[in-house]
């Protein structure tokens, strides 16, 4: 017989359209297919022919879920192919943006998509009825995040203020200091989140991923930078990115697929940063993780959400820790000079790592480029695999 996802002939809450025919014989599931409808972006090809300076702009389009880490992407890719690295007050402050963006993204995710599968509600129009509480609370994250992205950024989706080199305009001092307080509730509002989906009731699955994602030489979390790092050997520049991880077109989907050459699918996203970094997360967040259940390592997909929680917790904790030691740089950007060159930029997007490739000219002028997006790596196991809609 038929099931009612074959029967409905789509799923809801996936990006781009999914349809998942399968047939069940019996109570054993004796075929399962899926098929992607999302279109190709062409985003590569929009991107031929511009200059370097525009790329940070038209990435950012590429999504309104994580718009800032193609953004930053973009700029690392960028100041990679000048032999800029920029550091200091910039740096912080680029950490603080990516703060925003995961505070707000992770919020989102768990309280408008996650959490009513969890709860048996079917969207988050009745999740809220259900639990006032709780969602309110989620939309506060959502905006503490925003006000981040949108003091930094100058706007809350897809940001105006950024560039390579740093942004076109500083905040003022008193508005990142206005944010300390919110903060500190948003801190007080995520813990209380982890508390809460930690009550969920969560199936034993705990299949042999392969978890990548980036690694910080400092003694930090990751955001923006970092080797990208592997719980089965896999330890490179992001230099090397493409000597180690392929994309293929699949026949179920439109989009394109990325593997580990030597061993095949990975898994991206909080999961698999918080198994390769559980250490440095800060002490709030790694207690919060293990009165939630969780140990220095999660291997069950479906526990994911304790992990965005507790990722989301972080956030709220970096972004007071870079507010109360930040100073006020000279400028709002380092000096950029542009030659030909090819650049390399990986940065954590909420939902895993962002890889960014372009090659320019002598002028700035962009020849080529590459963008494979996170959903490109999740695995098949724990849900619809993606695929990168960037290429052209």
């Known amino acids: 017989m038929k099931s009612e996802a074959a029967k409905a002939n789509c799923l809801p809450r996936v990006e781009g ?10 109570e054993r599931m004796a075929d399962l297919n899926r098929q992607l409808f999302e279109p190709s972006r062409l985003f590569e090809a929009v991107l031929r022919g511009r200059t370097f300076s525009e790329a940070p702009d038209i990435t950012t389009r590429i999504s309104g879920i994580y718009p ?12 990679d192919a000048f032999g800029m690295n920029v550091q200091g007050p910039i740096r912080d402050l680029r950490r603080l943006l990516y703060c925003g963006q995961w505070i707000s993204s992770h919020a989102f995710q768990i309280h408008m998509l996650h959490a009513p599968d969890f709860l048996g509600c079917k969207d988050a129009i009745l999740l809220a009825k259900v639990y006032p509480t709780e969602v309110q609370r989620g939309l506060r994250l959502i905006k503490m995040g925003n006000e981040i992205v949108s003091l930094l950024g100058g706007r809350a989706i897809h940001s105006i203020n950024i560039r390579v ?16 307080e919110k903060l500190k509730r948003a801190r007080d509002a995520a813990l209380e989140t982890v508390r809460w ?13 392969e978890f990548v994602a980036l ?3 400092e003694d930090e979390y990751p955001f923006n930078e970092g080797r990208l790092v592997s719980n089965k050997g896999l330890d490179i520049n992001i230099r090397e990115y493409d000597r180690h991880l392929v994309e293929e077109h699949v026949p179920h989907s439109n989009a394109l697929h990325s593997t580990i050459k030597e061993r095949g699918s990975y898994f991206v996203g909080p999961q698999a940063r918080y198994n390769l970094n559980f250490d440095k997360l800060s002490p709030l967040a790694q207690e919060a993780a293990r009165a939630a259940g969780l140990g220095s390592v999660c291997l069950n997909p479906f ?10 917790l972080y956030a709220c904790d970096e972004a007071i820790r870079i507010i109360e030691h930040f100073e006020m740089p000279d400028k709002p950007a380092a000096n950029v000079k542009a030659h030909a060159g090819t650049g390399y930029g990986c940065t954590e997007a909420p939902c895993g790592v962002l890889y960014h490739r372009f090659s320019l000219d002598k002028n700035g002028v962009i020849l080529d480029a590459k963008i494979v997006s996170p959903t490109s790596a999740e695995p098949e196991v724990a849900g619809v695999k993606g695929g990168r809609t960037g290429q052209g």
């Open 303 to 312: 526990r994911n959400i304790i992990v965005r929680s507790v990722e989301t």
């Open 17 to 26: 359209g999914v349809a998942l025919p399968d047939t069940i014989k019996g």
């Open 197 to 209: 989906v930690a009550k969920f009731s969560f199936p034993e699955f705990e299949p042999d991923y």
């Open 215 to 217: 690694q910080s030489e």
């Open 68 to 79: 800032v880490a193609h953004q930053m992407s973009a700029c690392h890719a960028m100041e």
């Open 165 to 180: 080199g740093g942004f076109y305009k500083m905040p003022a001092r008193s508005g990142l200091d206005s944010l300390v």
